[in-house]
């Protein structure tokens, strides 16, 4: 039986909500301990082997039974149930990693398996609960809980300094950091129905491997199992943290019914408005969001910005390619007073861009924008969605690079988009003002006179004053124009920055709605 969840169900309960805390009795509780082969000699075909082994037999959800005392725990309270540093696993060992666990409760009730790998060899992590502390003592139970999900620590700031830039908590979601930043945007390992209104299955993360690295070494070695009613999973993720925290993922997906919709390399953040959407928002700030645009480098060699909307209706925008060299959730502005917020700090939210190895074929980089009326909810997500369905029985393999960073781990030479602003047209009540910054290498070194012009267009309505000036505070160039959207619901708009010579800078997206 597929079980489907509306989106919005998983967002007000937060990003971390699973399939199965949300609905439960689908099946007989499957504790964690019963994977067959979870244990013992190890290597990189084993997880690969469960979960083939899995996808041929029906799901069975983890355990998410809790003590009355843990079934209902609110986040101050969950939050006040704190891992031991001291404890963590490998803390004694003098290792560039260490590793600490999560308590179950709060949003994350299934019981997920943790297993550390030394020399070939899988054995399960031992659960006690002495390995918390407790702001409140009456939240200590002896039942053998297990755990909810991990956090990996290096020096990543300060040498000799442990601290936590990975965390992999609630269904398959997990976030990272590189040196100097905070938490932001989100990953997942699949994405199933995302912006169908028949709802949206998230798939679980329920079981790692985590491999004990070799002292001297800055990378280490995870494996998860995915589990959900329509398909497994095996990952193997090698991290590397630093000024950029790269991901080398491997997966193996086995479906066990056929997934019309599906998401690989799925990414999750938060727009909530800049100077390009404001409209319904009243806030004292710039802006607000973990991302601002969606990027794409396609197989054909074009570079695509699209800046990100907080739409009133529901929006899903599709970027047919073939073999794209890559796409991510971007966030370029870096400065404290593009956002003014002592408390969040948006500007050291990490951009993450996903470089796919080898050939992923044909299909379509995917953005769902949904409408929140508050930052407090993940309200995009984007991923590569192929041409043809996955079909039940099959295997399906992807690899792909992640770059947690402060931009594209490429450079360009091309001219990129910066800020985008929309606003009201002074003498118009029936058109919108654009205005279009662009900075970057080609002004470095292209002759003062050079004639530069854009020529917008918009899939529906009509463009007029198109005007295009020097911007010398940003050593670049500014287009501005009037989009005048008429009897249209909905305007796919775009601009590149040309010479005589040809398109000098990125592709500039926008998708205008009432």
Same mark, same amino acid.
């Given at each position: ?8 169900? +998983? ?44 996808? %041929? ?14 079934? %209902? ?24 990693? /260490? ?30 609960? #002495? ?60 994405? #199933? ?80 408005? /800049? ?7 009243? !806030? ?94 993940? %309200? ?43 606003g009201a047209v002074t003498d118009s009540s029936d058109a919108r003002f654009f205005s279009i910054d662009f900075a970057?290498?080609?002004? !470095? ?9 854009? +020529? ?16 010398? #505070? ?25 010479? !005589?010579?040809?398109? +000098? ?10």
């Amino acid at each position: 039986m597929s079980v489907k969840v509306q989106r919005r169900d +998983v967002i007000r309960a937060g990003a971390g909500a699973t399939l199965a805390s949300l609905v439960g009795g689908l099946a007989r509780p499957a504790r964690a301990e019963e994977i067959s082969g979870a244990t013992g000699t190890f290597d990189d075909s084993t997880v690969i082997q469960i979960a083939r082994r899995l996808s %041929n037999a029906a799901y069975q959800a983890p355990d998410q039974h809790l003590p009355k005392v843990l079934d %209902n725990l609110n986040f101050d309270q969950y939050r006040g149930i704190a891992y031991r540093p001291e404890r963590a696993l490998w803390a004694a060992d003098n290792l560039d990693f /260490d590793a600490e666990f999560f308590p179950r409760g709060f949003l994350y009730r299934p019981r997920i398996a943790i297993y550390e790998v030394v020399n070939g060899q899988s054995s399960a992590v031992p659960y006690s609960p #002495d390995l918390f502390t407790y702001a409140d003592p009456a939240l200590k139970v002896d039942d053998n809980l297990g755990f909810a999900g991990l956090r990996l620590r290096a020096a990543i700031n300060t040498p000799g300094v442990k601290e936590e830039f990975c965390v992999f908590l609630g269904a398959s979601y997990f976030r990272a950091i590189a040196k100097g930043q905070i938490y932001g945007l989100s990953a997942r390992g699949f994405a #199933d129905g995302t912006g169908d209104p028949k709802g949206e299955e998230f798939a679980l993360f329920r079981a790692f491997w985590l491999e004990k690295p070799r002292p001297g070494v800055q990378a280490m070695v995870l494996h998860a199992l995915l589990d959900s009613p329509s398909l497994t999973g095996a990952f193997r993720f090698t991290i590397r943290p630093g000024d950029t925290t790269v991901f080398d993922v491997q997966t193996s997906l086995f479906p066990r019914t056929a997934i019309e919709q599906s998401g690989i390399a799925p990414l999750t953040g938060m727009y909530y408005f /800049d100077a390009n959407d404001h409209n319904h928002v009243d !806030d004292w700030r710039p802006a607000a969001h973990d991302s601002e645009a969606l990027q794409m480098w396609t197989g054909s060699g074009q570079q695509l910005f699209r800046p990100l909307r907080n739409p009133l209706d529901l929006q899903v925008s599709t970027f047919s390619d073939v073999s794209p060299r890559g796409f991510g959730l971007m966030q370029r502005r870096r400065a404290f007073h593009d956002f003014e917020d002592l408390a969040l700090h948006y500007e050291k939210r990490p951009s993450l861009w996903i470089e796919p190895i080898g050939d992923w074929g044909a299909g379509w980089v995917d953005l769902v924008e949904i409408p929140t009326p508050n930052e407090v909810n993940d %309200n995009i997500v984007s991923f590569w969605r192929p041409k043809e369905p996955l079909r039940a029985g099959q295997e399906y393999t992807y690899t792909y690079r992640m770059y947690w960073g402060w931009d594209v781990p490429f450079p360009t030479p091309l001219a990129r988009i910066g800020a985008t602003r929309v606003g009201a047209v002074t003498d118009s009540s029936d058109a919108r003002f654009f205005s279009i910054d662009f900075a970057g290498a080609p002004f !470095d070194h292209l002759p003062k006179d050079t004639h530069f012009h854009v +020529v917008p267009k918009a899939s529906a309505g009509t463009i007029r004053k198109v005007v295009v000036e020097p911007n010398p #505070d940003i050593n670049g160039w500014r287009t501005t124009f009037e989009f005048v959207p008429g009897d249209a619901k909905v305007s796919d708009l775009s601009a590149t920055l040309e010479t !005589d010579s040809g398109p +000098v800078s990125e592709q500039w997206l926008y998708r205008w709605t009432p």
